[in-house]
């Protein structure tokens, strides 16, 4: 594949963790890319000891500086937050050059399909792990049943990225490999999904409390829950016919009941709090946070359990024991940064990195549930289950970042050539990804289970 790639040039905004497998992958196919960061220094890191990638400074927010960047090149990656993809996109509507992102399609992305066809440039999005890998094998399953005269009667499908379960050492049983606010946030959504036919709601504030035990191998504990609005995937994947559409997120046991008692305690709050601007101690923050009488551990304790409800003594042992590993009864000074969760985020941060060592896991499965032509019943699941390599790359830098540097190469070679704002929802773009990715080692076991 690199021999008509040989020295095109890839602009890529961002140097977060999932990056680096995307330059080394382009580079390893002698593809140019420049590395464009708003801070030089984090640029230059990611640069650091590959051949054909190279830094610079760039403030995206900087329309002149990007259309200047994006006019040198031939396709644009976009990796930074998603809230910036359509300034880059407009950006490379204007020079006519494509893009790439893993990010889901936003509406304000949308919104320039039409300006997208017009100027001929391929927008391909939703091509990292969750989204990106799942769609893959979900529409590669659900095409094979509709072509064979089935109908999908439910798909379920559930994502977690995860400490290995020998790392999984905090009360929490995770780890923070990207922003722990953007984790923290995740857990406020409300989710809506079908099941069993009828459109089922939950608010932000009781999503951990539907959080039920999820099988996928005796080896694991997970616990699953459903991740914002799953309905618009009866059009999306073609499945009208489905009755249960859930697309949902794993975590290991204990992870919700610990979370709702942090969001019942209003730790997860985004409210500014004079007091948190100050370096006070933990234990006078949380006993203004929790309305406690003083901040004693004693009367800290009484006001956490008038605040929410526990299982039983065990999982409130459990769970005391947690915060106060946390730190939220000590003398330990916070580092202020306003609000709860900021502030929350601040001390969790150092305390949830993955250690010297220490690997990651992730866990993908999607569920079919399958009536065939004749009638008879099968349930279907494609896993993938993968572990990061302490000396190499996480297994979540790995299942995004390789995924979008496939993507690049076929979209600068022309496997991928339909214009406008695209995801990964047909055969035709999706095969030939599938079958490269297997070269890298990325497939997903499909198995019948009955």
Known sequence: MSSNLFYRKVLLLGAGFVTLPTVQVLSDADIKVTVACRTLENAKKL??????????????????????????????????????????????????KNVVTTSYVSTAML??????????????????????????????TINEVHQEGGKITSFISMCGGLPAPEASDNPLGYKFSWSPKGVLLALRNSAKYY??????????????????????????????????????????????????????TLRFQGFPEFVHVLVDMGFLSQEKR????????????????????????????LAVTLKTQFANNEE???????????????????????????????TLEPKMQYGPGERDLVMLQHKFEIEHKDGSKET???????????????????????????????????????????????????????????????????????
């Not at 993809?85 to 204007?94: E, F, G, L, N, P």
């Not at 039920?212 to 609005?229: E, H, L, Q, S, W």
């Not at 005391?320 to 601040?346: V, Y």
């Open 47 to 96: 640069c650091k000891d590959i051949k054909n990638a190279h830094p610079i400074s760039l403030d995206v927010t900087d329309s002149k500086a990007l259309d200047t960047e994006v006019e040198k090149v031939d396709i644009v990656v976009s990796l930074i937050p998603y809230e910036f993809h359509a300034t880059v996109i407009k950006s490379a509507i204007r020079a006519k």
């Open 111 to 140: 919104e320039l399909e039409e300006d997208a066809k017009k100027a001929g440039i391929t927008v391909m999005n939703e091509i990292g792990l969750d989204p990106g890998i799942d769609h893959l094998y979900a529409v590669k």
């Open 195 to 248: 099941k069993d036919g009828k459109v089922e709601e939950v608010p932000g504030p009781e999503l951990m409390g539907t959080a039920k035990p999820y099988f996928i191998y005796p080896g694991f504990a997970f616990v699953g829950y459903p991740n914002r609005d799953s309905t618009p995937y009866r059009e999306r994947y073609n499945i009208p016919e489905a009755q249960t559409i859930i697309r949902g």
């Open 274 to 301: 004079d007091f948190l601007e100050e370096p006070i101690s933990w234990k006078e923050a949380t006993q203004k946070i929790i309305d406690a009488t003083s901040d004693l551990e004693s009367d800290l304790a």
């Open 316 to 346: 409130k042992a459990r769970i005391m024991t947690g915060l106060r590993w946390i730190g939220l009864f000590s003398d330990e000074k916070i580092i202020p940064r306003g609000t709860p969760l900021d502030t929350l985020c601040a």
């Open 380 to 450: 279907r699941t494609s896993t993938l289950c993968d572990y990061g390599d302490p000396g190499g790359y996480s297994s979540m830098a790995k299942l995004v970042g390789v995924p979008c540097a496939v993507a690049v190469r076929q979209v600068l070679d022309g496997t991928i050539s339909e214009k406008g704002i695209l995801a990964p929802m047909t055969p035709r773009i999706n095969d030939p990804l599938m079958m490269e990715l297997k070269k890298y080692g990325i497939e997903m076991k499909e198995e019948t289970l009955a």
